[in-house]
């Protein structure tokens, strides 16, 4: 995975969050989304270490997540406008995206909700013979659910392969994480015997760096790690918190992350030419998934009922 690649990957998330932005902006997509703008860094650089067969579970939070391991951005941008070409054919929306297909077990909207059930897809694997890793992406908050830390607890037990992603972002909605989570979530796992590192989740190539060495220890069954991401969103918890003037974060706090953006390291890296080209390839794949995701009706109304109960056509059936 060279450089180019992973900044091209960022490049995609980034715009394609900026798109959304401006479909709430206009009302196209109803009940606003959480931007992963700032952490572009962490989807990419983990799951550029991670195969294609290997699993994700996502959060509220999960656009990137899902680009990063490879669903096509129209149907993403189709879901999100509840379309009949989205990924689940508009019935998941923003905090529900799965492709199986593709190995993403689904966002979740349930804060911490994602980490018992990659453990229970890492266990299933196990059991077949397969040596899949699951990847389960998850906020500072979910570290105070008991959910996350019952499920540290039985995969040390059970050695799973299982890689616990904490993307520390500083905040859950407007709770500081430096007020709210005693210890830190390194020394939470090392509790559990669990493998544990934090890193600069800023930067693509050490977030890719880190995450292939624990991936490759869940691999190999040595059991779980984990692995924490210092990163930041740039903009509010929700599109709905730009109606509003909260003063949870200064400013000046904003702009030094903001001086951090990963896109603007990495990007550095290339040759003017070179980021030019990849930028403008982005534009033009997400103005083509721009024009597919407006271009498809809505779902039938008739239909509503349909996929309720498990039925493998409701996930990634085109992929
Ligand atoms: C079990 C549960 N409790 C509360 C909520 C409401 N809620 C949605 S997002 C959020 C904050 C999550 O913070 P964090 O895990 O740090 O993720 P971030 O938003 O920073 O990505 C909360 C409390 C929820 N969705 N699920």
């Known amino acids: 995975m060279t450089i180019a690649d992973l900044y091209r990957s960022m490049r995609l998330i980034r715009g394609f969050e900026e798109l959304v932005l401006d479909l709430v902006k206009h009302g196209e997509v109803v009940g606003g989304t959480h931007s992963y703008i700032g952490q572009e860094a962490v989807a990419v650089g983990v799951c550029a270490a ?14 990137g997540h899902v680009l990063a391991k490879g669903a096509e951005p129209r149907r993403v941008l189709a879901e999100l406008l509840g379309r009949r070409d989205g990924l689940n054919r508009g019935r998941g929306g923003s905090m529900h995206a799965a492709d199986l297909g593709k190995g993403i077990l689904g966002a979740n909207g349930i804060v911490g909700a994602g980490a018992p059930i990659a453990a229970g ?62 210890g830190s979530a390194v020394s939470r796992a090392e509790a559990f015997g669990i493998h544990a590192e934090s890193v600069d989740g800023m930067s693509v190539e050490a977030v890719h760096e880190a995450a292939s060495g624990c991936v490759a220890h869940a691999r190999s069954g040595e059991g779980p790690a984990l692995l924490e991401c210092r990163t930041y969103r740039f903009e509010g918890h929700h599109t709905i918190e730009r109606r509003f003037r909260l003063s949870y974060r200064t400013p000046e706090e904003v702009e030094q992350w903001r001086a951090r953006d990963p896109l603007l390291t990495a990007g550095a890296e290339l040759s003017d030419e070179e980021r030019e080209r990849v930028d403008a390839e982005v534009e033009a794949e997400l103005a083509e998934a721009l024009a597919f995701a407006q271009a498809s009706p809505p779902p039938d109304p008739a239909d509503a009922s349909r996929y309720l109960y498990a039925d493998q056509a409701a996930f990634g059936a085109t992929s």
């Open 50 to 63: 991670l195969r294609p067969d290997d699993l994700i579970t996502s959060t509220h939070r999960g656009h």
């Open 121 to 182: 897809a890492a266990w299933a694997e196990r059991r077949s013979g397969s040596d899949r890793v699951a990847v389960t992406f998850f906020g500072d908050g979910a570290l105070n659910q008991g959910v996350v830390l019952e499920t540290l607890n039985l995969a040390a037990i059970w050695r799973l392969p299982v890689l616990f992603v904490c993307e520390n972002n500083g905040y859950a909605t407007t709770l500081p994480a430096r007020t709210a989570v005693a």
